[in-house]
Every structure is written in C-alpha cells, then in structure tokens.
C-alpha cells in the first residue's frame, strides 16, 4: 500500500519554528516532484512549496524567507523548516508526492498534520 504519511505538526507561538516531515512508503519505483499545502479554515488548500526530483524549489510569496523545502531521495522524504512562524500560517498541512506506481505517475496525499500558531 503506497503512502505519504507528514508528522511535526503542533502548537508553537508566534516567532517559533516547526520543521514538518513527510515520508512516502510502498511500491514507489520512483518519485517526481514532491510539495507541501496548507489549508486554514474556510479557506481553499494553497501550494506553500514545492521541490522537483532534482532539487528546484519554488515558494509561495507569503513564506519566501521563512520556510525552506528540502526532500532526501534515498529515504523518499520531504521536510518543510518553517522558522518565524506567525498566526497566519496556521492550517492543516498536507504533503503530495507524484509517485510512479505501477505503469505510471499519479498524484498522492497525505492525511495532514495540524499546525497552530499562537499570538
């Protein structure tokens, strides 16, 4: 059974850090681009980050500076370090990976991890 399953998720005041983690397991011959979104209460998921299989990242405007995206391949990881965290930033986060399972590529998520933000 193929799956991404984030953990790192929890309560930290405002100015904190939190580094989020996101393992793939099961019949993954290989994985593609891996990125992490969030998706706050009445509010539509957002992409908050996103890393390619050979590094590149992106960054959605409201996190540059303060979050970086890191993936290690040979554990089909990905981390998410979020350093000056403030209350806008809380939210469900949810890690997807483009796994090859099987005869192609197809998108899986995670389950989420809830990060809270205090003032």
């Known amino acids: 059974q193929v799956q991404l399953v984030e953990s790192g998720g929890g309560l930290v005041q405002a100015g904190g850090s939190l580094r989020l983690s996101c393992a793939a397991s099961?019949?993954?011959?290989?994985?593609?681009?891996m990125g992490w979104y969030r998706q706050a209460p009445g509010k539509q998921r957002e992409l908050v980050a996103r890393?390619?299989?050979?590094?590149?990242?992106n960054y959605a405007d409201s996190v540059k500076g303060r979050f970086t995206i890191s993936r290690d391949n040979a554990k089909n990881t990905m981390y998410l370090q979020m350093n000056s965290l403030n209350p806008e930033d809380t939210a469900v986060y949810y890690c997807?990976?483009?796994?090859?399972?099987?005869?192609?590529?197809?998108?899986?998520w995670g389950q989420g991890t809830q990060v809270t933000v205090s003032s």
């Open positions: 997807k990976g483009e796994l090859w399972v099987g005869l192609g590529y197809r998108d899986y």
């Open positions: 099961g019949s993954i011959s290989s994985i593609n681009a």
């Open positions: 890393i390619t299989s050979s590094g590149g990242t």
